[in-house]
T-cell receptor, first 114, second 113 residues
Framework: NAGVTQTPKFQVLKTGQSMTLQCAQD?????MSWYRQDPGMGLRLIHY???????DQGEVPNGYNVSRSTTEDFPLRLLSAAPSQTSVYFC?????????????FGPGTRLTVL | GESVGLHLPTLSVQEGDNSIINCAYS??????FIWYKQESGKGPQFIID?????DKRQGQRVTVLLNKTVKHLSLQIAATQPGDSAVYFC????????????FGAGTRLFVKA
């Protein structure tokens, strides 16, 4: 199993550009989530999904959209990039949907918005 | 690899000593807690978890203690090794109509050989 994969590893955007961060898992996990991590801070939850077709907002959802059309994929879209969205983005998945159990994290995407 | 947590609290211990990392969580309704380890340039890695109806749980070389009265969580690492050097995060999960996992700010553990 590849686990949780994220693409790209690095990305530079200009203010106002849009892009999609890709996340995929091959463990048949129902629960998937997106976090951002800024220097000196822990991970902050952006959006999460408890299964295909179901998504919900986390702590910091503004400026981001998600969809979950399949169990495997959970893309994160930045609609109009801003410098405040410069961060490292992590995708995670877990089998239990009740918020319990080990979350498996991807390697992260480092995004810089100029 | 990239560096995260440049301004995190740091705990420095001698190799072979025991380490205690503390965490204050925010929500008394949280019912599940997890400790994660993050090495430079990598995503967090699960260490150990505990449910809110427990006050202690032991793993291999690690113990988590939960004190709900003061909303405090601790991670004890026995016989700390250089490979334990990393940033450690506590996280709490609460059900607010959906299940959200909220991370603490993290502590950097530095193990001196």
């Amino acid at each position: 199993n590849a686990g949780v994969t994220q693409t790209p590893k690095f990305q530079v955007l200009k203010t106002g550009q849009s892009m999609t961060l890709q996340c995929a898992q091959d463990m048949n996990h129902e629960y998937m989530s997106w976090y951002r991590q800024d220097p000196g801070m822990g991970l902050r939850l952006i959006h999460y999904s408890v299964g295909a077709g179901i998504t919900d907002q986390g702590e910091v959802p503004n400026g981001y959209n998600v969809s979950r059309s399949t169990t495997e994929d959970f893309p994160l879209r930045l609609l109009s990039a801003a410098p405040s969205q410069t961060s490292v983005y992590f995708c995670a998945s877990s089998y239990p949907t009740g918020g319990e159990g080990e979350q498996f994290f991807g390697p992260g995407t480092r995004l810089t918005v100029l | 690899g990239e560096s995260v947590g440049l301004h995190l609290p740091t705990l420095s211990v001698q190799e072979g000593d025991n380490s205690i990392i503390n965490c204050a969580y925010s929500n008394s309704a949280s019912d599940y807690f997890i400790w994660y380890k993050q090495e430079s340039g990598k995503g967090p890695q699960f260490i150990i978890d505990i449910r809110s109806n427990m006050d202690k749980r032991q793993g291999q070389r690690v113990t988590v203690l939960l004190n709900k009265t003061v909303k405090h969580l601790s991670l004890q690492i026995a016989a700390t090794q250089p490979g334990d050097s990393a940033v450690y995060f506590c996280a709490e999960t609460l059900n607010t109509g959906g299940f959200k996992t909220i991370f603490g700010a993290g502590t950097r553990l530095f193990v001196k050989a």
